[in-house]
């Protein structure tokens, strides 16, 4: 297992142990080294949610039977609620497993299993637990979810937020906020200004998700939002929130964020070198951008490289590079160096890719450039 990489690694027989002597250390005659066979014999070939089950499953059959005696136990071994800035995947990424048992055997529990939600979360996260509760038990959920949103606890605002967000990496979609996201809008609304970065990110994250099905009401969401609550927590949340649109070139996101004159700048001057480049080779891009108008704008500069796939057809990937000022017939000159490495969710192919500068999101310049194996 030497060549493992990322969370998944941790979820092993050390991780059942971990665990496991927790809940010995309250609940005496707990098998740890047991546990901890069964797991090291089962996790070989899973990935991390499935690694994540294992654990859980242990836990259920050496736990008490009646799943009203189990949870207590468990919620016995949690530590202090983490602090703001703490990453719930550094001091308590074990407790992931926990989280994973009240989401696999709590349903007919629901009460029980959402009060231990709002503990397990203030501690590491309830985000992928609910998510069947609120499949399953929406009402009761959802009135939950509402008196989280205005928690003391800045963990169990969050979860209020991340746990309803339609489009949860990692997680299964949740169809009826996707069809209809004004349940999740109820739920955002005392947490369009929040306190707290982490509450904050979240919100951001669930408007952006909204954005993906429902641009529209976004728009007008994000566009009340700052109306009525002009704080700069409410501008961060907006601009991080309409990120999807913004690099879609979306006009009424762009000029919701200020920015304004894309259609008189101008990219008179783009080279792209070199012309060819192998995977591991850095590619240098370099132009001018000029302000053709008689006023100053405020505007958002991206490249956007197409990437050929294998069947020939390009995909194009928005990269971010600046917003400036320029002021009335201003120009001037930028370069960025973008390495052509791969990564997890990318492998690059042979051919020419395209790279346009995007100007506020309309297309001001075009080149080319050759990837070879």
Do not use: C
């Amino acid at each position: 297992m030497a060549s493992e990489y990322g969370l998944k690694r941790h979820f092993n027989g050390d991780a059942a142990r971990l665990i496991g002597d927790k809940i010995r250390a309250v609940h005496p005659g707990f098998d740890v080294e047991d546990y901890a066979a069964e797991v090291e014999k089962r996790i070989p070939g899973l990935e991390l949610k499935d690694r994540v089950l294992v654990l859980a499953e242990g836990l259920r059959t050496r736990l008490p039977g009646d799943y009203a005696e189990a949870v207590p136990i468990l919620l016995a071994i949690l530590e202090d609620e983490l602090a703001e800035g703490e990453g719930m995947f550094n001091s308590s990424w074990f407790l992931m497993p926990v989280a994973r048992f009240v989401e696999e055997y709590g349903l007919g529990h629901p009460e029980l299993s959402l009060d231990a939600i709002e503990e397990i979360t203030k501690r590491h996260t309830g985000e992928y637990a609910i998510r069947p509760y609120l499949e399953q038990h929406y009402e009761l959920t959802m009135a939950r979810v509402a008196r989280w949103a205005v928690s003391p606890s800045h963990n169990v605002r969050r979860l209020a937020t991340e746990g309803v967000r339609s489009r949860l990496p990692w997680a299964r979609t949740l169809t009826v906020f996707v069809k209809d996201p004004h349940p999740v809008l109820e739920i955002l609304e005392p947490l369009r200004s929040d306190s707290s970065e982490y509450v904050r990110k979240s919100v951001a994250n669930n408007l952006n998700d909204i954005s993906k099905d429902h641009p529209e009401v976004a728009l007008a969401t994000a566009l009340r939002w700052l109306e009525e609550s002009p704080t700069p927590e409410t501008r961060w949340i907006v601009k991080h929130g309409l990120r999807t649109l913004v690099k879609k070139g979306d006009q009424q996101a762009l000029a919701l964020l200020g920015a304004t004159g894309g259609e008189h700048v101008l990219v008179p001057r783009l080279r792209i070198a070199p012309d060819a480049v192998t995977v591991g080779d850095t590619l240098v891009i370099d132009f001018d951008i000029e302000n053709t108008d008689d006023r100053r704008h405020s505007i958002a500069i991206d490249y956007v490289v197409h990437h050929v796939r294998k069947n020939g057809r390009s995909i194009p990937k928005v990269f971010k590079l600046t917003t400036l000022e320029l002021g009335p017939g201003e120009k001037r000159t930028l370069e960025k160096s973008h390495p052509i490495r791969e990564v997890q969710t990318r492998k690059y192919y042979p051919g020419e890719h395209a790279v346009d500068i995007q100007v506020n999101g309309l297309v001001r310049a075009t080149g080319r450039f050759g990837l070879r194996t």
